[in-house]
């Protein structure tokens, strides 16, 4: 967890995302090498991330495109985790997002560990790229550590609920410094999750009011931004590509269909507005947002593109099934795994966070934590005796 979040090779062509995606594959081939001793009785959980790593790899082998075969490390270790229940690293998420969000401190004030080899970036914003090699990157992880950083400090002892609570103030500091627009999105549904499930849970004022600050801190700093400006980017790449849907429905164009089918579609947009008339494509609002895209921030829409309806439920059912453990656990625990989850659906709705390997390693360990959870129900059914089970939901 610490290292997908933090490794950065200097020599590499991309010295950032590259090996974070070469630990996500040793991660993978280690969580398949240890399923046979580890392996649990499949639940909701596991059966929805089995079926969304089988969508990711029909799609792949029936239309293969230009994404590359190791990105399906992610839904693999998605699926392994699942199926292990893995306990939850609660400290070691703290601590990777704490460093992450110091480094981007580092950055604010000057002292950027990276600036020998990290590109020339235009812009204050720019030049906060972390251990991830974009403000956004960062963002987008911080929005998740954060508030499982806020439950691990609330969960443990008096000395080092101190650490973690300072480890999560730096990153809703940092996420105020990243002034991503998303952020509003993702630690709002974080909120949200918080407010609706909290009356269950032992703590859960603490931990709104930490998120409510950090939200709050957040909007504050995107005074400037133009809010405008970017919906009408994120509008024109949407729609673009949303009606090639109709060309793939059922299994959709394969991975890296945005990469591959960009131009097209782009072209088609603007010849059925404009023909051949290069000036009328000039003069236009909409002409500054033209450009070749490997994204279309919109993790939803991408996949119904890539791996079309089969692809897209087998996607919302993991993170239904996993939110819907998560939340029927009645722990601060389950609460944290919850709001992490939330946080990473709503982010996807504007970005692609489920393209990019923390992102990635992060939602198997919710994945990991939420199949745990609902194992313990599914003891506690058995036996029938909620009294057997550990007051925390069985994650230590």
Known sequence: MVAVV??????ATNPFSSP??????????????????DARRPGSVAIAALANLGACLASMLLDGGPTPWWTLAGPLLVACLALSAAPMPWSAIAWAGGLSAMAVLL????????ASFAPELEGTRLRL??????????ASVL????????????????TTARLLTASTALQLLALALLRSFATLLSLGAAVLIVLLAGPRERSPRALVLALCAGLLVAALSLAGRSAGT??????????????????APLLGRGPGAVVLHWPRWELARWKARCGEDAGCVRAHPESRFTGLQDHLHDDWLERLLEGGVVGLAALLALFVTALAAALRSGTLEGLGVSAGLASLAARATVDFPLSRPADLVLLAVLAGAA????????VDRDRGSPGDLPPDGGIP
């Open 371 to 378: 199949a745990q959870q609902s194992l313990a129900e599914s």
């Open 129 to 138: 790229y972390g251990t991830l090699g974009n403000p956004d990157f960062v």
């Open 230 to 247: 970017v919906l009408q980017g994120r509008l024109y790449l949407w729609t673009t590509a949303a009606p090639h849907v109709a060309e």
């Open 143 to 158: 929005g998740v550590t954060a508030p499982l950083s806020a439950v691990a400090a609330l969960r443990r002892g008096a």
């Open 6 to 11: 933090l490794v950065v090779w200097p020599w």
């Open 20 to 37: 974070k995606w070469i630990v996500t594959g040793l991660a993978a081939v280690a969580a398949v090498a240890l399923l046979p001793r």
């Open 107 to 114: 950055q604010a004030l000057g002292a950027d560990p990276f």
